[in-house]
């Protein structure tokens, strides 16, 4: 692994406002982002990485490719549930293994994000269809865990409207925040969305940072609490988002021979959502663990996929 991609991702402003969130929880500062604040800028970064993206697929062909890639993430998000779940379920109970492999088999729009901010970084070409597999990769996630809980609990019948999960899963905000601006950026013409470009791209670093310092507030508040649960979630949250990443970074070749597509492919399966998922169980599994689930994707998996993952999965993809 190249050592310079490392150390940039370390020093990048955006990481480094991370971890002054976290260093702030522990000095018990009373730095905060004001929660209406931290929900404009969720939004506004899901807006525009969405409306950016509509802007590049309106230049793009649609190909065989892009089908192969969108059904190729599709099998991703349902495989990384299931396996992950076998795994889980030796040491958890069946609800919280089941919200930990949909959260793990789900994806993270801010690491995603994250991950198109680096790819301009590194000087890389974006193709905006890998906005359109982002969020169709959100879903059979939290559909495939909910199922598991289903068939493997043994105590009683899990009470599951499946038709109201795959709803939600389509309605929750910011699936259907990203994929709305995909549409309209896909819609609109070049010189009608060089009018807000000022707003989706000169702001958009800055806002990245503000938000990473929101995460690494919330990160340090939830790690308090997270190791009374032994090592086993802590370790699962480091090697399976490496294992997933490093895998499907040398799997992709077989849909696309892009490198950036590729790359975007190994954070998408490294990435756990803490947001879609943590909504979508809180309304059809309420006995999984919050306190659980979300620190291992927060605290744990999104600080390493953007410090050592991205470097890795980048360079095994030039590999």
């Known amino acids: ?31 905060e982002i004001p929660a209406n604040s931290s929900k404009f800028i969720s939004l506004y970064l899901l807006f525009s990485i969405g409306f950016k993206g509509g802007q590049e697929l309106s230049h793009e062909s649609f190909s065989a490719e892009i ?12 495989l990384i549930p299931v396996y992950t779940f ?9 609800y919280d293994a089941g919200a930990v492999a949909a959260a793990y088999g789900s994806v993270s729009a801010v690491t995603f994000v994250t991950a198109v ?58 699936v259907l925040l990203i994929l709305g601006s995909l549409i309209i950026g896909l819609l609109a013409n070049a010189k009608q969305a060089e009018g807000i470009k000022p707003f989706t791209n000169d702001i958009f670093k ?27 979630p802590a370790l699962f949250a480091i ?27 190994a954070v998408l399966a490294a990435s756990a959502s803490y947001i879609a998922v943590p909504a979508a169980m809180k309304l059809a599994a309420p006995k999984a663990n ?10 744990i998996t999104f600080p390493l996929n953007i410090t050592f993952g991205m470097p890795l999965y980048l360079s095994i993809v030039n590999g």
Request: a positive charge.
């Open 1 to 31: 692994m190249n050592l310079d991609l490392l150390l940039s991702n370390i020093t990048n402003p955006a990481f480094l406002f991370f971890i002054l969130g976290i260093i702030a929880v522990k000095l018990k500062s009373d730095l």
């Open 67 to 78: 089908i192969w890639s969108m059904l190729f993430g599709i099998v991703i998000s349902l």
């Open 86 to 94: 076998f795994i889980l379920k030796r040491k958890m109970n069946v």
């Open 117 to 174: 901010s680096y790819l301009e970084f590194q000087k890389m070409e974006f193709h905006g269809h890998m906005v359109a597999i982002m969020a169709l990769m959100e879903s059979p996630a939290i559909i495939a865990g909910l199922i598991l809980m289903s068939v493997f609990n043994k105590e009683e019948k899990t009470q599951v409207d499946k038709m109201s999960v795959i709803k939600h899963s389509f309605t929750n905000g910011s």
């Open 206 to 232: 800055g806002f990245l940072a503000i938000f990473l310092l929101d995460m690494g507030i919330t990160s340090g508040r939830k790690l308090s609490s997270f190791f009374s649960n032994g090592w086993f």
């Open 239 to 265: 090697i399976v988002p490496l294992v997933n990443g490093c895998a499907v970074a040398f799997l992709s070749v077989l849909v696309t021979h892009d490198a950036s597509s590729r790359f975007i492919f």
């Open 290 to 299: 919050e306190g659980l689930y979300v620190p291992m994707a927060l605290a």
